[in-house]
């Protein structure tokens, strides 16, 4: 983003509001980047997960797709944060991971588990 102002409107200008003038630029400048760089993050999330859909037959989930165990976790552990940091839309990996229990939950199973068997 460029201000053009001719040389009198500079004349009376302080050092203060090329300072402004200056950051608002810079804030521009690096909402564009932001916007670039989206877009290049989300063809690669569009990449991830179609590569992953062809490997998926018949709506396996990821241990059964990837044998490799550290390439799994791997893959896993990415697509669980892009998915808790709302990368992506959350429908383009609901398929092949499920988040893993937090503690809170884990506790709760363990109870019903105990009534049940009560």
Known sequence: MSFNFDKDATDNFTTE???????????????????????????????????????????QKLHEMIENEPLRKAIESFLLKIKADNVIPLGYIDGFVQPAPNEEDAGEQENKDEEAKE
């Open 17 to 59: 509001d090329f300072l402004l003038l200056r950051l608002m630029e810079e804030i521009a400048e690096i909402e564009q980047e932001i916007k670039l760089k989206t877009k290049s993050m989300e063809n690669r999330v569009d990449l991830v997960t179609r590569i992953l859909r062809s490997r998926n037959k018949g709506g």
